[in-house]
């Protein structure tokens, strides 16, 4: 991956002037595309730009989204890196975020607000790193391949050896809803940091 060549930006892509995301014109979903317009080139605009991935994109992809902006800011990546979260589950499209996992994560300073968004092949195409963080999104990933352009990979790669490959569902709960909870914030926390670490080497590609 160049940062600096990268032709797979889509020239109708848009920044979304009400968020920090990296926005697409929601005309095509995965799965429902027009050939032509798939066909269309895409032009580099020289950031690297992340896109974390989860079944409904209402807790654990914008926690992840939000977890990665916080480790960039004060460093020379700031600026470099765009993050964004999205759902790959098009029921949850617009659904607000989990409100749980909102109240839980602002506890420790990650503030999570608005509302899922269903992933579009813009966004697939535009993402140059695209982290997977449950069977669901990783299946997704693998059924559309042929629109990703970057690196895509589980953010189990970045857990110890013997871990479990992804991050648990907030909606499958134990007994101890907190207990349960802070599970998913610490494995979310423990992979963007390490995928952090690796970000100059995997921009330098």
Same mark, same amino acid.
């Not at 470099?80 to 607000?96: E, F, H, K, M, N």
């Not at 503030?111 to 195409?125: E, K, M, N, W, Y």
């Not at 926390?189 to 100059?200: D, M, N, R, T, V």
């Given at each position: 991956?160049?940062? !600096?060549? &990268? ?5 109708k892509?848009? &920044?979304?002037k009400? $968020?920090?995301e990296?926005?697409s ?6 799965g429902?595309?027009?050939?032509n317009?798939?066909? #269309? $080139?895409?032009?580099s605009?020289?950031? !690297?730009?992340?896109l974390?991935? /989860?079944?409904?994109?209402?807790s654990? /992809?914008?926690l992840?989204r939000?977890m ?6 004060? !460093?020379?990546?700031?600026? *470099? ?5 999205r759902?790959v589950s098009?029921?949850y499209?617009?659904c607000p =975020?989990d409100?749980?996992m909102s109240?839980? /994560?602002? &506890?420790?300073g ?7 968004r269903?992933v !579009? ?5 535009s993402?140059? =790193?695209?982290?997977t963080l449950?069977?669901? $999104? #990783? ?5 559309h391949?042929?629109?990703? *352009?970057?690196i /895509?990979q589980?953010i189990?790669i970045y857990?110890?050896?013997?871990s479990?490959p992804?991050?648990q569902?907030?909606? #499958?709960?134990?007994?101890d809803?907190d207990d ?5 914030v $610490? ?12 970000l100059?080497s995997? =921009?330098?590609?």
């Amino acid at each position: 991956m160049n940062n !600096t060549n &990268k032709p797979w930006y889509r020239k109708k892509f848009t &920044k979304d002037k009400n $968020s920090n995301e990296f926005s697409s014109f929601r005309t095509n979903p995965p799965g429902n595309s027009n050939h032509n317009l798939d066909q #269309e $080139s895409y032009v580099s605009d020289d950031l !690297t730009k992340i896109l974390f991935l /989860s079944k409904r994109g209402m807790s654990r /992809s914008p926690l992840a989204r939000e977890m990665m902006r916080s480790l960039l800011e004060g !460093t020379q990546l700031f600026g *470099r890196v765009r993050c964004a979260s999205r759902g790959v589950s098009q029921a949850y499209d617009q659904c607000p =975020i989990d409100a749980r996992m909102s109240k839980f /994560s602002s &506890k420790l300073g990650y503030f999570l607000q608005g509302f899922s968004r269903f992933v !579009t092949i813009p966004d697939l195409a535009s993402a140059d =790193i695209i982290v997977t963080l449950d069977h669901e $999104s #990783e299946e997704f990933v693998q059924a559309h391949q042929s629109y990703v *352009r970057g690196i /895509s990979q589980p953010i189990g790669i970045y857990f110890a050896q013997g871990s479990l490959p992804y991050v648990q569902d907030p909606y #499958e709960r134990g007994e101890d809803v907190d207990d349960h909870y802070d599970e998913i914030v $610490s494995s979310i926390e423990y992979g963007c940091s390490k995928l952090f670490a690796q970000l100059p080497s995997l =921009i330098a590609l």
